[in-house]
């Protein structure tokens, strides 16, 4: 059944909070812990994109406490710290096995962005792991490009917001209060790209740009990884090689291939448009797009 328009943004928290996340389809849901559960965004806004989601555990922390940012930390400085420990260690297994995934489909890796927005249109906390390069068909208005521009300030890298725990009890005291006033008019900067800061007057320029901007470090690293992958692959056959040898009590060494280049494989055009692996949820009670209306001006999660 199609979320109705009372509780559309209640699709995280339905989440977050069902007792048996293995029935939750895998287009869904990725992985689960007893504290945490691992969804793809609906609406990618990068060619990889999921969400963390903490769930409530009783006798800790209950549901309404995990609203955002904000109701996290009115539980207390303790408390909060722990849930962010919880999803900053649920993050870094994503975030590697996002590595290696980029490197099996797209022959390279590129850097990763963990991060909150400070005023979520959709109720229930969730940490962002997305790849950083906000090249998707779901990034469509300057709002959503704004909320995930890394140096904007409205997303809030998780590592800045582990660091308020370690400063001055005023800074801390102040960073909590996520006002969205201070946050809010961060989403009508003008567009510039976040690789180069060069400023486009509309989104689709933006977007084909930074379609430019990825396959140009695509070009780049693809070669360097292809190199690596040789250079273990030599590696590994050396060792064989060499354990052959021991075991035939012969030992004059096998002259294995030293050229750098020798092995280095170009990187396959296709590639370029190898479809993003991330499968996308298509189910009915997936985030609402925004042709869905409403939430069309909102940051999409
Ligand atoms: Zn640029
Ligand atoms: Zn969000």
Redesign the pocket.
């Known amino acids: 059944m199609a979320a109705n328009r009372d509780d559309w943004d209640l699709v995280l928290r339905n989440y977050a909070v069902r007792a048996r996340p293995e029935e939750i389809s895998p287009n869904v849901c990725l992985c689960h812990t007893d504290t945490s559960i691992v969804i793809h965004d609906r609406y990618p806004k990068s060619i990889y994109h999921f969400l963390v989601l903490p769930r409530p555990i009783p006798g800790f922390i209950d549901v309404d406490e995990l609203t955002d940012l904000r109701t996290l930390f009115k539980c207390g400085r303790e408390k909060a710290k722990k849930v962010l420990d919880g999803l900053a260690e649920e993050a870094a297994k994503l975030k590697k096995e996002m590595e290696e995934n980029m490197l099996q489909h797209n022959k390279f890796k590129w850097d990763i962005w963990i991060g909150f927005h400070p005023v979520p249109s959709l109720k229930h906390l969730h940490l962002h792991v997305m790849s950083a390069d906000l090249c998707s068909d779901a990034m469509k208005i300057k709002k959503h490009y704004n909320s995930f521009h890394p140096q904007r300030g409205f997303f809030l890298h998780l590592h800045e917001v582990l660091s308020w725990f370690e400063a001055e009890p005023s800074f801390y005291a102040r960073k909590i209060q996520l006002k969205p006033s201070t946050y809010e008019p961060l989403l009508k900067h003008d567009l510039e ?1 976040f ?2 800061n ?1 400023e486009f007057k509309t989104m689709p320029k933006l977007k084909e ?1 930074l379609q430019e ?1 990825w396959d140009t470090i695509a070009a780049r690293e693809r070669p360097i990884w292809a190199r690596k992958k040789a250079a273990r692959k030599r590696a590994e056959e050396k060792k064989q090689a060499a354990e052959k040898a021991r075991a035939h009590g012969a030992d004059e060494g096998h002259g294995n291939d030293k050229g750098e280049g020798a092995s280095k494989k170009r990187a396959s055009q296709s590639d370029d448009d190898a479809e993003p692996n991330t499968k996308r949820a298509r189910t009915s009670e997936s985030l609402p797009e925004d042709e869905a209306g409403g939430s069309a001006t909102e940051p999409e999660t």
């Open positions: 790209c690789h180069c060069e740009h901007e």
